[in-house]
């Protein structure tokens, strides 16, 4: 597998980890417990300028090429493709909504947050579950070494900035909840 791959994989496995911290959020309201919002804003925060703009458009360039050897996952490539363009607006969406509850100027119940809060999870999960899953081993099966540097050279180089060696301070929360309760 190129290092490409290892990293996207590797991605979605922190994504993962940023996931249970939801769900724990997701078990609290289901339990009548005090939700943590600003861990929430955290989370959405991180995946607004990691995932949605660092991950995705990474994967987008790995398509591309995969897209011009192989129709056999057109559709799917579209379609994850499609929702590489849908997710950014879903993650800032929920984003203010979260801002707007914690600060006060929107009221939310604990049912919609609760059904906002699920939906969110749930439409994470499947993306990459169908990456992982469907597309992740036809690209593995199918790009050369060459189609590597070509792909390597288009894309952005960054770092993480919650799992990439240093935590930014923002996020320090968050991976303190991450290691606690998610490792």
């Not at 996931?19 to 997701?26: S, T």
């Not at 990439?164 to 303190?176: A, D, K, M, P, R």
Request: glycine residues 2%; aromatic residues 8%.
């Amino acid at each position: 597998m190129h290092q490409i791959m290892q990293d996207l994989h590797q991605d979605h496995i922190h994504l993962a980890k940023v996931l249970c911290v939801l769900d724990i959020q997701l078990e609290k309201l289901a339990s009548e417990e005090d939700a943590d919002l600003f861990l929430m804003i955290d989370i959405l925060d991180y995946i607004q300028h990691y995932p949605d703009l660092v991950h995705h458009p990474k994967e987008d360039k790995v398509y591309q090429v995969f897209k011009a050897y192989s129709s056999v996952a057109e559709d799917i490539v579209e379609e994850l493709m499609d929702e590489h363009k849908q997710l950014p607006d879903i993650s800032k969406g929920f984003h203010q909504l979260l801002d707007g509850a914690a600060n006060g100027s929107v009221f939310v119940s604990r049912e919609e947050l609760y059904d906002k809060l699920q939906e969110f999870i749930a439409v994470q999960r499947r993306h990459i579950n169908i990456e992982e899953e469907k597309l992740f081993p036809l690209i593995n099966l199918t790009l050369s070494s060459d189609d590597w540097a070509l792909i390597d050279k288009a894309v952005e180089k960054s770092t993480d900035p919650l799992f990439g060696g240093s935590v930014e301070t923002c996020y320090q929360s968050l991976y303190e909840s991450i290691n606690k309760e998610c490792s």
